[in-house]
């Protein structure tokens, strides 16, 4: 990959930081501190989840790119995006899936806030641990603490906010949630496909290695998913909440790492993008099929509230 050439304005990356902050902003404003309680009284399936996200899915990905020999650029673009939290879309997902959204607002505000800390912490052990990306972390020689500012800036502090907003400014909150979350969604997919219009030569030339990868990567992340919770006794719709956690992942944070830190990591950057469009393609697939089977124990939407989240 050392000979692909990604052009990039780097004022790009400030409608990036925004777009991935008002992204936050909407999932939160329906959050309340008595959802991070009900954890607290029924821990299980958010554990579980936060389990397989942040320790499953980067081990097993640095394992995996270890044992296929992966290319390391393309590889360190694997263990950023499974070092990444949750995607805020996986709780529209979950809705329609049938799932458990309480579980699944929960897990994504708690991987956020996690993800100051583990994000730069998974992504600097999981690169340094592989052999074949050792070298590549030590050349572009990432600054830690600005990682966590990073990312601090564009999650934590807008989870704060919209979190406040929603507390005082129900009513609002209620009116601006939904546009505000379609909207980020359609300004991140433009983003992401002028990204791919001003680069068309270089994601057709290498298409054949990043595709598959990213293919393989994300069926990974849902089946570890989908497999923790089963095995852990949980029953359909926080099994399904949990497989679409870890599956859809927030690779939006990571084209923002990626340009801010290592903005001529061509590999990387093909990986994050095309999983920002790919596990858009799986998880609606997926959700989907599983809203054509109800689980048994389903839980509705009026049961979530007030995280319920509108389609």
Known sequence: MGEAQIHFDPSSLVIINIILAVMMFGVSLDLRTEDFKRI???????????????????????LGCWALDVEPMLALGMMLVAACPGGSFSNIMTWMARGNVAVSVSMTAISSLLASVLTPLNFAFYAWLNPQTRPLLTEIAMDPVSLLWLVLLVLGLPLIAGMAIGRRLPTLALKVEKPLRVFALLVMLSFVLLAFSKNLDQFVEHFYLFFWLVVAHNSMALLIGYTAARLSGLPVADRRAITLEVGIQNSALGLAIIFTFFPQASGMLLIAAFWGCWHLVSGLTLAFIWSRNPPAQAVPLATAEPLSPQP
């Open 40 to 62: 607290l009284r029924e821990p299980k399936a958010p554990l579980i989840g936060m389990l397989a996200q942040f320790l499953l899915l980067p081990a097993l990905t640095c």
